[in-house]
């Protein structure tokens, strides 16, 4: 087995070890892709709190083939053509996982499309229907649009007849709107919470999904809700932001210091009594916790609705560079690496191979 292994924060090593064994209840898989997430950079630098200690190995995500089963698993499960939910471990080219948090993929989809679409897209599902109670002809905003939960989200909006807004960057506009967004916001140059209230006629909107985080962008996203609106959030990439560049220690530890107070001491506070004046609601996501509803999002592939966007292929060394890519925004969608770019079972062809 070889594994992208976190030695400590951002020392990066591809190490290998004997392939683990199935136990019961258990699926082995020979992965052939994985997906990369935000929580992954988050891990690397130090940063996730729900992270086993260094040495570690990211992931959330694999698709691959099922080649060895544990006791209490049907043998018709050898050779299936699976997706998985990891929750660590996942940057690996062999990973164990338990039956339940297998989806099995369709013939016509790729091992590449396959391992796009659990996180961003079940992340996506609880944020908008299982917590958000998106309905037709309710007003969706959503911050970081070009994002892979982003377009995600855009994908179940139309699915459920939901008007979209989205925040990105101008160049990301015409590509956002060709996937079905209805309208888009320069967060560079226009100010979000003006613009939503001239999209909504001064209504505001029914959700809001926000992966940023930190006082200002918490407060100003409740400003924009309208009357029985809901706030969801999935993130804090502006705590990256503050820390990203800090490598001394005492850089760090300043940074550090901001991000709590930002985070914690500078957080607003939404009271039930300020909730109930207002008939708005707040809530937050961490799909770690939360696998239901996988087998749902695969099917939706099936029927049209899901519609998965890969931005770029890389090979399993090149993971560092991945992450360079996703920290500075320079991609649309997802980020997948390939254990073997060799393998037959891809065809680059049909993907931007980065190398």
Known sequence: MHQVVFRKANVISLDSSPDPQPTSGTVRIRVKTFGINFADIMMRTGNYGDAPPFPNVAGYEVSGVVDAVGENVTQDWIGARVAALTKFGGY????????????????????????SIPVVYLTAWMLLVHLGSIKKGEVLVIQNAGGGVGLAAIDIALHKDAT????ASAAKHAFLKSRGLHHAIDYRTQDFVTEIKRITNNKGADLIIDPIGGRESWNKNFNSLRRGGRLGFFGASSMMETLKGQTGLIALVVAWIKVAFSMIFGAPTWSP????????????????????????????????????HVDCVLEMANVEKAHFLLEERKTTGKIVIVVDAKDAAHDLSKYKFVQ
Do not use: H
């Open 164 to 167: 979209t807004i989205g925040t």
């Open 92 to 115: 690996s080219d062999v990973v164990v996982v338990p039956l339940d948090q297998l989806i099995r993929v369709p013939e016509n989809l790729s091992f590449i499309d396959a391992a």
């Open 273 to 308: 009594i300020k909730l109930m004046d207002e008939n708005k609601a707040v809530f937050g996501v961490n799909l770690a916790r939360m696998f239901e509803d996988k087998d749902l999002i695969m099917d939706g592939t099936q029927e049209g609705w899901v519609r998965p």
